[in-house]
């Protein structure tokens, strides 16, 4: 399916998604952090969209906000799309787990919550992955500091 | 009956024939009459020749400098040549260490483990600039070791991102030069004082 047709119908979703595809390939379509757990479980139950299969799940840090970036894809219909949350609490980052949605989540938004800090609604079990667990702060943010291994330019 | 002429190089050398003694091989063949022959040379320089053609690397490839060292190995460099033989996958079976990548804060205890494994005399070629210093790519960041000599002491650095296989070769082939320099009299193991600081 082309991303035009794609969007026709998820802007059916909701009124407040942004959609774009500048610099991609695929169809980008930012969803509010309210709406994260709806819209996704639309995208897979949808009959004519049917994203079984989560391809790449993300963290982000823009700088002022922190997100999650998710790379959808349906292994049937053959179509791919990108979602975007962002939220904008850098003290406690909070947003709905997918796992219950496409269960691979589960790992990645270990991975997101290891490195970003971001807090995941209903995940089973929040943990450090790759990290010990006692580590102080999150290194993939853009303002984390460590004098011993890093320089500040 | 008896031993075979050939052996006695005073009687090849009156047959005309050429020796069978290396050209590298440290020490003098002096014919001795009566088809003997008396070698002269010193203990240290004998073992040194020894150990620096048959050195038995470590695999230890974190990223894509191993792909460089396996083309180093491959036939069409053949570090075989230079008495390198077989690279082994065991720390206990071999006697020289290519850190071929990236030493991370994990791999660190591991490297050094494998390096404690290693049966003494031993030797460590720091292969690419992650294993120098960190690297061009990720010296910036919380999990990156700025060299593995913070983990090891190292004999040989190679430059390159990653180094061509000639390079390798090169530090390679310095490493045997530096053997070959050894004195077992003044002999000092690399890792005593290393945790110290003593370079």
Redo the contacts between chains.
């Keep these: 399916m082309k991303n035009e047709d794609l969007q026709s119908i998820i802007n059916g979703f909701s009124d407040n998604l942004e959609f774009s595809t500048e610099a991609s390939e695929f169809l980008n379509v930012v969803v509010p952090k309210e709406q994260l757990h709806n819209i996704c479980n639309q995208l897979k139950s949808n009959s004519s969209l049917k994203f079984d299969y989560a391809f790449c799940i993300t963290g982000m840090d823009w700088g002022k906000d922190l997100g999650v970036i998710y790379h959808l894809e349906s292994t049937e219909l053959k179509h791919q799309i990108v979602v975007k949350v962002m939220v904008d609490d850098r003290e406690n980052p909070v947003l709905d787990s997918v796992h219950d949605i496409w269960q691979t989540a589960e790992f990645h938004e270990l991975e997101v919550y290891d490195f970003f800090g971001i807090k995941f609604n209903k995940h089973p079990k929040l943990r450090r992955l790759f990290l010990t667990p006692d580590w102080d702060g999150f290194?993939l943010r853009k303002d984390?500091v460590?004098e011993a291994?890093?320089?500040v330019? | 009956m008896g031993v075979e002429k050939k052996r006695f190089l005073n009687q090849l050398e009156a047959e005309g024939l050429k020796q069978v003694v290396p050209d590298d091989f440290p020490g003098k063949v002096i014919p001795g009459g009566n088809g003997g022959n008396i070698v002269v040379t010193t203990l240290d320089s004998v073992i040194n020749w020894g150990r620096s053609n048959s050195l038995w690397p470590l695999y230890f490839g974190t990223s894509c400098c191993a792909i460089e060292m396996m083309q180093t190995g491959a036939p069409k460099h053949d570090f075989s040549r230079f008495g390198f033989e077989v690279a082994r996958p065991s720390a206990r079976q071999a006697d020289l260490i290519i850190i071929a990548g990236t030493i991370v804060n994990k791999m660190g205890p591991v490297l050094r483990r494998l390096y404690d494994q290693m049966a003494e005399p031993k030797y460590v070629i720091a292969m690419g600039a992650c294993a120098i210093s960190g690297g061009p790519f990720y010296y910036?960041?919380?999990?990156?070791i700025?060299g593995a000599d913070h983990v090891i002491p190292v004999d040989v650095y190679v430059p390159g991102c990653p180094p061509r296989p000639e390079a390798l070769l090169e530090g390679m082939i310095m490493l045997q030069q530096k053997i070959k320099t050894e004195n077992m009299k003044h002999k000092v193991n690399p890792i005593d004082g290393f945790d110290e600081g003593k370079v």
């Design positions: 290194p984390y460590d291994n890093m320089i330019k | 910036n960041s919380y999990s990156v700025k």
